[in-house]
């Protein structure tokens, strides 16, 4: 089944960059009926996480998102390597998909988990940096995540020191830019993030 599946999203992605919505909801589809445990969610993130084509990574950003709604520790590691992979910040919607995955396994994921919580630093560092269509929803929702992560005491294992304080620039740097928009996520960051 597995290979009928993957010829099938194969031909889906050569349509970039005009599928049809048929097709984009195909994909959706053939991913979602496909990724019933673990394993086979592990095989779509190895095979099209690194995907640069809108129709797959929204795809699988939407299956990674719904699957993260049941939150366990190995689920938790599969969102951090569908994040280590993801490389397509085209549509807002992946972005968003992604964020929302994430914010699932930050409840789950154990700072034992080691190096792979490091893949999270550039995801939002790139998030707070967004500036496509829906930048304040993506924005918001990545400052959003940061009191998690810093209840859960994860932030060293995130962040170097240098990119801590680079996060601590950005956020002067968004209240600055836009602390109107942001209002409640950056107030939520008070103390908790900036020195």
């Known amino acids: 089944m597995q290979e009928s599946v993957f010829t099938r999203i194969d031909e889906i992605e050569k349509l970039d ?15 979602n009926a ?18 640069t084509t809108p129709i797959i990574s929204q795809s699988l950003g939407s299956v990674v998102a719904v699957r993260a ?9 599969l969102v951090l390597t569908f994040v280590a992979r993801f490389r397509c910040w085209k549509p807002d919607e992946t972005v968003m ?4 995955a994430v914010q699932h396994c930050l409840h789950y994921v154990e700072p034992s988990v080691g190096e792979s ?17 829906l930048w304040v929803i993506i924005r918001g929702h990545a400052l ?5 992560i810093v209840h859960r005491d994860l932030i060293n294992a995130i962040f170097t020191p240098e990119e801590l304080l680079e996060l601590r620039e950005r956020i002067r740097e968004l209240r600055r830019t836009a602390g109107e928009e942001l209002r409640p996520e950056l107030e939520d960051l008070q103390g908790i993030i900036e020195e």
């Open 117 to 133: 919580l490091r893949s999270l630093s550039p995801f939002f560092r790139k998030c707070l940096a967004y500036e496509g269509r």
């Open 17 to 31: 960059p005009d599928p049809s919505r048929g097709q984009e909801l195909e994909a959706f589809e053939l991913m």
């Open 144 to 148: 959003a995540l940061l009191p998690i």
């Open 34 to 51: 496909f990724a019933r445990g673990p394993e086979e969610l592990r095989a779509l993130i190895d095979r099209y996480g690194s995907s």
């Open 97 to 100: 998909n992604a964020l929302t």
């Open 69 to 77: 709604q049941e939150p366990t520790q190995e689920m938790a590691r």
